[in-house]
């Protein structure tokens, strides 16, 4: 029973560039959360999808980010026009429920955005 | 607004002794509470998790105290191995009701063992 899949794991993006994080949710997880990990800071949520649906975007900067979770295929964090300031970790995580009934989540090895 | 802090920052504790990383959270709203533990290089992996119904929870040589009153939880990790290095996250969430479902982070607990 694979985990959470994100690819790649390393990406090197120079300033202007685009970036674009997959993740492939647990085996019967409908429900895809991604997190932010800057140097020695916790993880900070970005985005909360459902199949189709953000459900909360509240942590998403205003601007250049964008996630999507279609319908068929992995979710995908979108980062337009790449800035230094968004080099960091970005965790994938994903749960069977809303995460309303058990809080659990399951999270992938992340993707280490570097930009130069 | 750091709606969970954790302490300490860093913490070194040598072989058999026993860890200790309090966690204190604003939101009365919250209900579920767990501990995350991280490697180099690896994601976050639950550790342990708890509910504000019970006041500990015990799996193995991991405890989690609760106290609902104080709004504060902390996790001990006993007989400490070496292998247990390692950043520790708590984290809480509303799991009932209208909100975010998205676990809040604490800063994390960069934990050594010193053999």
């Known amino acids: 029973n694979a985990g959470v899949m994100q690819n790649p794991r390393h990406l090197v993006r120079r300033r202007g560039q685009e970036a674009r994080l997959r993740c492939s949710p647990m085996?019967?997880?409908?429900?895809v959360y991604w997190y932010r990990q800057l140097p020695e800071e916790g993880l900070k949520f970005m985005v909360y999808?459902?199949?189709?649906?953000?459900?909360?975007e509240s942590g998403m900067p205003k601007e250049r980010f964008s996630a999507e979770f279609p319908k068929e295929g992995p979710s995908i964090l979108r980062i337009q026009q790449v800035v230094r300031g968004d080099s960091a970790a970005y965790f994938c995580?994903?749960?069977?429920?809303?995460?309303?009934?058990?809080?659990?989540?399951?999270f992938g090895e992340g993707s280490r955005l570097t930009v130069l | 607004q750091q709606q969970v802090k954790q302490s300490p920052q860093s913490l070194i504790v040598q072989k058999g002794g026993i860890s200790i990383i309090n966690c204190a959270y604003e939101?009365?709203?919250?209900?579920?509470f767990p501990w995350y533990q991280q490697f180099p290089g690896k994601g976050p992996a639950l550790l342990i998790a708890?509910?504000?119904?019970?006041s500990e929870k015990k799996e193995g040589r991991f405890t989690i105290s609760f106290n609902k009153s104080a709004k504060q939880f902390s996790l001990h990790i006993m007989d400490s191995q070496p292998g247990d290095s390692a950043t520790y996250f708590c984290?809480?969430?509303?799991?009932?009701?209208?909100?975010?479902?998205?676990?809040?982070f604490g800063k994390g607990t960069h934990l050594i063992i010193q053999p």
């Open positions: 995580a994903s749960s069977r429920t809303s995460g309303r009934n058990t809080g659990e989540l399951f």
């Open positions: 085996k019967g997880h409908s429900h």
């Open positions: 999808l459902q199949k189709e649906n953000i459900i909360d």
């Open positions: 939101n009365t709203a919250f209900d579920y």
């Open positions: 708890i509910r504000p119904d019970v």
């Open positions: 984290a809480a969430s509303k799991t009932g009701g209208g909100g975010a479902d998205g676990l809040t």
